[in-house]
Every structure is written in structure tokens, then in C-alpha cells.
């Protein structure tokens, strides 16, 4: 008798598709996508990019920004448009005004600034409190970046002082040269991690919800209620419009109610951020509810919707970094999280919130959302033709 209780079981797990995703496809996929993504960070190093600014033009400052070009953990950009121009090339060099900017506005995380000055205190393994000097702006949104370029500066300084003596004392505690990081976008916010934590959460569980909500036409269906909706005036279009509609309108309330709750209890400043919250919010629950409907319409039962979203939504969620914040994720993995809503998303929301930027910056974000809503909606309408009356 155990052993028959154990061949039903298993006849029943071959016959659902959705259980057998549930058990072994899932747990795989997710291996898969960590494993990609802080699997290989032992074996890359992910390349900062950062704006070197030479104020001082010095021959030490000179051999110390051409070490940090050749080092391999960094992108250095040294003027507005691109990385470091073949000899020759024609580019307009960063400045303290122009790299701060950059910063400010996402192109870099960083900005580097030998200012002048820095090559009068030469470097030198002895200690001295007089060491040479670098400002450091920081966009701190990625909290690692600054702690590596820190690092790697200190290592280059010692390479850099090292190469014409050969080899040397180790450097003194505090680091060959002092670096002063400013923060130029936290300095002034309160929690400046509740933004990112909003928005990253706020994403994932609306793609559930709405994936959960959409589930009634499924019901609906089962149940015969469908087929008498369908059969007055109403078409199968205007249906899905309708409850595209209600998911909206409900996933606005939802995020509402998040950053409400973040500005009471975290510090989040909504109250001054309302015009492009409101953009942000719309869109991306215009898009969530849309996403929610594709998977109710191609889903044959509630086990398969289930199945379906949970390995949707929690790889877009992985990849688009609701779960994971981008600048952990290698470049690679973070041009594929652009396919997903999550990422639009919370690089709008971080618009608004981290970096203070009129609703008018929000259009290429807006546009993704806006563009994908109409055609997941289209989708949607595709795989719901098997429910339209003859």
C-alpha cells in the first residue's frame, strides 16, 4: 500500500506541470541566477567607471592618474563623452564642475580629483601627516564602489613609488595618500536607502499582486462567469481594459501606501518629491497590471499562473535588482536587467528620490513603461482569444 500511495503521488506530479515547475524548474532557475551573478565575482572583477580630474598636472599626478588608467579594476574616463581618447583624439577634459556633475547625474559613480598642490608632498613609504591629498566624490547609492576605489588608489600610489625604487617597505597604516570622500547626493537625505528599498520592493510585489488579481479571469473562466460576461455587449477588449484598470488603479494605492509608511517611519522625503512619484507610480502600475494579465491569459489553471509567476517575477526581480541592488551585479548581468520592468523602474523612482531630478528627466524610464504596458496589453488580448464568444 506504500508503495501505491507513492506511484499516485508521482503519476499526479507527471500529470501537473505547474507542481513539477514548482519542485524542481524554480529552485534551478534561481540556483542558475545567483550562481551567475556572485559565482563569477571570483573570477572577475567588475570594472568601476570614474572621472579623473588633474588639477595639478604635476609629473606625480601625471604618473599617478596614467597608473590608474592601467589598472583593470577601473573604467577611468578622463573627459565628458566616453573613456580616454586614443592619442590624438579630441575630447573635452573633465573639470571639478563637470565631474561633479557626472556624479550627480548617474553617468559616473565616481569622481576622482588630484587637486593642486598634490605633487609638493611627494609620496613616500615613511609615514607623514603630510600626506598627499585626493578628493573623492561619491554617488553613494553604491556604497562599494568608493570603499574599492579607495583601495585600488592606495595600491596604485604604492605601485606608482615602488616601480622607480623597486621593492619597498610596506606602506604605513592610513595609506599613502589621504583620501576625502564627499558624498554628493546622501549628505543631505535622512535614510538614503529607504528610496531604493521602496521602489525595489515596491516593483516585485505588484508584479505578484497584479499576477495574483489577473488570476480571476482564470476563475472566471472555470466557473462560467466569463462566458455570460462575455456573451452581453461587453468584448473580450474592453474587459481586459477594465481590469487592467482596477489593477492600476489598485497597485497605485499599494505603492502609495509604502512610501507613506517610509516617509512616517524611514525618513523618506515623498512630501517633496510628489509630481515624480506620481509619474513613477502610474506608469509602473500601469505596467505591473498589464504584466499580471499576460500571465492569467496564457496560464490554463491557477497552478499554472502560480508556477508561472513565481519564476517570471522572481528572476526579473533578481536580474532587475529588487533583490539584489544593479551595482552588485556584473556589467553583463545588468544590461540583461534592462529587459525587465523592475530595472526602468527603480532607476525612475531613484530620479525622483536619490538624485532630486525634474519629472522631465523621467521620460526615457516613462517611455520603456508606457511602451511595454501597450505591448504586454496586445499580448494579453492574443492569449485570451481562446475565451472570445463565437
Not at 577611468?76 to 563637470?98: H, I, K, N, Q
Request: one cysteine or more; aromatic letters at 8%; a positive charge.
Amino acid at each position: 500500500m506504500i508503495f501505491a500511495v507513492v506511484r499516485t503521488h508521482l503519476a499526479r506530479l507527471k500529470r501537473d506541470r505547474a507542481a513539477f515547475v514548482l519542485a524542481f524548474v524554480v529552485p534551478i532557475v534561481f540556483f542558475s541566477i545567483f550562481a551567475g551573478i556572485f559565482g563569477s565575482s571570483r573570477s572577475a572583477t567588475r570594472r568601476i567607471p570614474v572621472a579623473v580630474v588633474d588639477e595639478d598636472g604635476s609629473p606625480g599626478s601625471r604618473r599617478l592618474v596614467a597608473a590608474l588608467k592601467a589598472e583593470k579594476g577601473l573604467n577611468v574616463l578622463a573627459g565628458r563623452g566616453g573613456p580616454v581618447p586614443a592619442a590624438g583624439g579630441a575630447e573635452t577634459p573633465f573639470d571639478r564642475a563637470s565631474a561633479e556633475e557626472a556624479v550627480r547625474a548617474g553617468s559616473v559613480p565616481l569622481a576622482l580629483v588630484v587637486p593642486k598642490g598634490f605633487g609638493d608632498t611627494p609620496l613616500r613609504f615613511l609615514p607623514s601627516p603630510d600626506r598627499p591629498k585626493i578628493l573623492l566624490l561619491a554617488d553613494t547609492s553604491d556604497p562599494v564602489a568608493p570603499q574599492v576605489l579607495s583601495g585600488l588608489l592606495q595600491k596604485v600610489a604604492m605601485m606608482v613609488i615602488a616601480s622607480p625604487l623597486g621593492t619597498g617597505p610596506p606602506a604605513p597604516s592610513g595609506g599613502l595618500v589621504a583620501v576625502e570622500t564627499r558624498d554628493v547626493l546622501g549628505q543631505s537625505k535622512k535614510n538614503p536607502t529607504s528610496a531604493l528599498l521602496a521602489a525595489g520592493l515596491g516593483v516585485m510585489f505588484l508584479l505578484f499582486s497584479a499576477a495574483g488579481a489577473g488570476g480571476a479571469l482564470i476563475e472566471e473562466a472555470e466557473s462560467g462567469t466569463l462566458d455570460r460576461v462575455l456573451s452581453t455587449h461587453v468584448s473580450m477588449t474592453r474587459l481586459l481594459f477594465g481590469k487592467a484598470t482596477y489593477l492600476s488603479a489598485m497597485a497605485v494605492v499599494q505603492l502609495s501606501v509604502m512610501f507613506i509608511w517610509g516617509q512616517i517611519f524611514f525618513g523618506l522625503d515623498l512630501a517633496h518629491h510628489v509630481p515624480g512619484f506620481l509619474v513613477m507610480t502610474v506608469v509602473t502600475a500601469v505596467a505591473s497590471s498589464c504584466f499580471g494579465l499576460v500571465l492569467a491569459a496564457a496560464s490554463r489553471s491557477r497552478m499554472q499562473l502560480v508556477a508561472l509567476s513565481n519564476l517570471l517575477i522572481l528572476a526579473m526581480s533578481a536580474l532587475g535588482g529588487s533583490m539584489v541592488p544593479r551595482y552588485a551585479l556584473s556589467e553583463t548581468v545588468q544590461k540583461m536587467g534592462l529587459v525587465t520592468l523592475n530595472a526602468w523602474a527603480i532607476d525612475g523612482f531613484m530620479k525622483v528620490f536619490w538624485r532630486d531630478e525634474p519629472v522631465t528627466h523621467l521620460w526615457p524610464q516613462a517611455a520603456v513603461l508606457v511602451g511595454a504596458s501597450v505591448l504586454l496589453f496586445v499580448l494579453a488580448r492574443r492569449l485570451a482569444r481562446r475565451w472570445d464568444v463565437a
